[in-house]
T-cell receptor, first 114, second 116 residues
């Protein structure tokens, strides 16, 4: 039972490069989300999706794009990486967006932008 | 907007002793959920305990318990019989019930050190 799988675990980019962080879950969860974690900060929501074909912005969406073509996958795209995007990124999913639903987290992607 | 405050950036405890981590939050909602997450050096986010705001009874999970004071908007975590494996960052988080429950609002975390 894989749960939430994020790839890659580590990535180094140069300023201006683009890349996609992958997130997949095998629990048939409708709700998926991306958070970033910066030193001394809690996690902050970037984008989320309540089902295939539906996405919306979170607290810190600038510089990131998402799409949700399938229930299982929710990739996060950086179109032109900036040093301010150096962070640890977490994907999380739950069965629905009800407040009492347990949120399952991936193991994170540590991204450095030089 | 909801906010979550953890006023203790770092805490330490002796093995087998008890420690309490503080968390306060600000909200105008009456129905919501509160969580404590543990993040060990492996980076994995692990749910420790959950509290429903409509329940007066404090949640407990083995050695972990909370003191939920709804009127004071306080949600502290007590770890009893601390173990070396409890050393981690602990995050307090808030989630609305319906309509706005798309995100968890996290505090900045408390780093817990367990001394042998």
């Amino acid at each position: 039972n894989a749960g939430v799988t994020q790839t890659p675990k580590f990535q180094v980019l140069k300023t201006g490069q683009s890349m996609t962080l992958q997130c997949a879950q095998d629990m048939n969860h409708e709700y998926m989300s991306w958070y970033r974690q910066d030193p001394g900060m809690g996690l902050r929501l970037i984008h989320y999706s309540v089902g295939a074909g539906i996405t919306d912005q979170g607290e810190v969406p600038n510089g990131y794009n998402v799409s949700r073509s399938t229930t299982e996958d929710f990739p996060l795209r950086l179109l032109s990486a900036a040093p301010s995007q150096t962070s640890v990124y977490f994907c999380a999913s739950s069965y629905s967006n009800r407040g009492d639903e347990k949120l399952f987290f991936g193991s994170g992607t540590q991204l450095s932008v030089l | 907007a909801q906010t979550v405050t953890q006023s203790q950036p770092e805490m330490s405890v002796q093995e087998a002793e008890t420690v309490t981590l503080s968390c306060t939050y600000d909200t105008s909602e009456s129905d919501y959920y509160l969580f404590w997450y543990k993040q060990p050096p492996s980076r994995q986010m692990i749910l420790v305990i959950r509290q429903e705001a409509y329940k007066q009874q404090n949640a407990t999970e083995n050695r972990f318990s909370v003191n939920f004071q709804k009127a004071a908007k306080s949600f502290s975590l007590k770890i009893s019989d601390s173990q070396l494996g409890d050393a981690a960052m602990y995050f307090c988080a808030y989630r609305s019930d319906w309509g706005g429950s798309e995100k968890l609002v996290f505090g900045k975390g408390t780093k817990l050190t367990v001394n042998p």
